[in-house]
């Protein structure tokens, strides 16, 4: 039961954050963000990329201690779960000349990674 409780907790905080992605699966998602993290650290650090504490939700292009490239910096309004959908599946599409290149091609990974996402904190 013990070993239960963190995927528990999980569960709860993307079902909490995002009602609309009740596809999205957290930890598969934290799966996948093995693909992210060689860039992205999971609180406020930066790194080759922002770090992605608080990423949902969040004014686009702003993390502290981080330099955006103009395309993010200028892109404005905040991170939705469906921006990040839209983002993740073709960065440089969606904001054109960002330094963020990797594509994620399914939209089932997609949700789960932005499932996970929301349950990061600053
Ligand atoms: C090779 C390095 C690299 C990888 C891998 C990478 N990113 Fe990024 N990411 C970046 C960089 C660099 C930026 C800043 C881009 C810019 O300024 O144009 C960025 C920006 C972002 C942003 C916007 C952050 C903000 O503060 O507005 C999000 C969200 C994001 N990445 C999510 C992800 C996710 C999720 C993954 C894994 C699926 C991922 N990234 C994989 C380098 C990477």
Redo the contacts with the bound molecule.
């Keep these: 039961m013990i070993l239960r409780a963190p995927a528990l907790a999980l569960a709860l905080a993307a079902a909490t954050n995002l009602p609309a992605l009740a596809d999205g699966d957290a930890s598969r998602g934290q799966a ?2 093995k ?6 650290a999971t609180d406020a650090t930066p ?6 504490g608080g ?1 949902v939700g ?6 502290a201690g ?8 200028q ?1 404005g309004g905040d ?1 939705s779960p469906d921006r ?1 959908e839209a ?2 599946a073709d ?1 440089r599409g969606y ?1 054109p ?6 594509r ?1 091609a399914k939209p089932e ?2 949700a789960d ?2 499932a996970y ?1 929301a349950t990061l904190r600053r």
């Design positions: 996948e963000f693909r992210c993290a060689a860039c992205h790194r080759v990329g922002p770090g992605l990423i969040r004014p686009v292009g702003t993390a981080f330099r955006y490239s103009k395309a993010l910096a892109l991170w990040l983002f993740l960065p904001a000349g960002t330094r963020m290149t990797l994620i990974d997609r990674l932005v996402l």
